[in-house]
């Protein structure tokens, strides 16, 4: 679990998905849009979500 803040910059994510695979809790993935979505970040725990924004290959990823 964490309260971290969680954010994905959707005009940089290339939809690769690794963040819907590292926290599939914390991101879903927009099918339409071809982009990841924060879903409920409180659900993962705060490594994962670290992880999660260190592995976004164009770093969309904030976690504060
Ligand atoms: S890892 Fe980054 S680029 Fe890939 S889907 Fe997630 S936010 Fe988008």
Redesign the pocket.
């Known amino acids: 679990m964490s309260d971290l803040e969680v954010r ?3 005009s ?9 695979r ?1 926290a599939p809790e914390a ?1 879903a ?1 927009d099918d339409e849009q071809g ?2 979505t924060v879903a409920d970040p409180a659900a993962a725990d705060e490594e994962r979500l670290a992880l ?1 924004e260190q ?7 904030y976690v504060e």
């Open positions: 994905v910059d959707t940089i994510c290339i939809g690769f998905g690794n963040c819907v590292t991101f993935f982009v990841a999660a592995e976004c290959p164009t770093g969309a990823i």
